[in-house]
């Protein structure tokens, strides 16, 4: 069916819509940074694995980021190559598939590393070992986010190195942005350079992780690909990988939905949705932040008494299943469609059933105009994630 990607009119149930020509820009942006900083820039599933768009992102890039086992098994059974995976611990019980199924893995603690380095070397003997480091040394300002806070469990200090790393690593990763500036990453790779460069003539490669967010307005991709080659200048030896997920479909799609009722308290109107922020747009209230609505101005809290402001609500038996306040332009009324922007990226992989609310479906509006409904959900979904 054909779609009007401003209005959406026509829509009368919740869908995720992921539109292909802005898909396109993101992948053409990233795989020409990666083209002149000389780095390979892959695709993290914690961030977006819609599978069924990939034979999209092949046009682009080659390779996948996973964080289990089943992140391992999609890039190995549906984008076609075996993925750079990273887990804060692996099992007995799934180790030797992620092996099977991974190009590179990369081990939390020297611990992990001496009990399955061996092992997932003899299921598979063209994997490349790593290990992830703690440079303590990050500008996320969200501690749920920071993975350098103190008291971290993510990677090793560099007190905790031996000066001959184990036989077998090859690179380390580093993970410490999210949804960061290219100034971040320059001042940020100082850190890494001075308590760690002393291992890197013992490496081949080195992943400085994600929250890359290149496709941003205004991210300096000329300072990312300058630091990246100065970088090359200094270790040629090393290959450089990034693993930003937010970048691929940041601002690529929305999540669109109705007003099912409107209610009054204190003088405070709610417009109740056919979706819910804690199901739906978790990082909402995680983060938090306020999304984006599409024609509406987003107000201080104190001004949701005033005319066409609203809260919006979820639809959920969660109290705190809200945000507000956004003004229209005129009052909401039942059936009226409101539309969140940049709702691609992190919340189609981090929804929830939570209550057995409808979830919504999952479009991908081609470039002609036409919308495909990739998946939608219902009542053997919730019944079969009970079972």
Sequence with gaps: MKVDATTFEGMHTPIYILEETLLRRNLQLISDVARRADAEIILAFKAYALWKTFPVFREYIHSTTASSLSEARLAFDEFGAPAHTFSPAYTDAEIDEIARCSSHITFNSLTQYARYSSRVR????????????????????????????????????????????????????????????????????????????????????????????????????????????????????????????????????????????????????????????TCHMPDCLEMPYHPEVRGAQLLPLEAACEPCTYRLGGNSCLAGDFMGAWRFQKPLAVGDTVVFEDMLHYTTVKTTMFNGISHPAIGFLHADGNLEIMRSFGYEDYKKRMN
């Design 122 to 277: 003899d299921v598979n003997p063209q994997l490349s070992l790593g290990l992830r480091i703690n440079p303590g040394y990050s500008e996320v300002g969200t501690m749920l986010y920071n993975p350098c806070a103190p008291g971290t469990r993510f990677g090793i200090s560099p007190d905790k190195l031996p000066e001959r790393l184990p036989e077998g690593v090859d690179g380390f990763h580093c993970h410490c942005h999210c949804e960061s500036g290219a100034d971040v990453f320059a001042r940020t790779l100082v850190h890494i350079e001075d308590k760690f460069s002393k291992w890197f003539p013992q490496l081949r490669w080195i992943n400085f992780g994600g929250g890359h967010l290149m496709t941003r307005e205004g991210y300096d991709t000329d300072l990312l690909v300058d630091t990246i080659r100065g970088f090359h200048s200094r270790y040629p030896n090393l290959d450089v990988i990034l693993e930003p997920g937010s970048a691929f479909a940041w601002r690529t799609g929305s999540l669109v939905s109705h007003v099912v009722d409107v209610v009054e308290d204190q003088g405070i109107k709610t417009a109740i949705l056919d979706v819910s922020f």
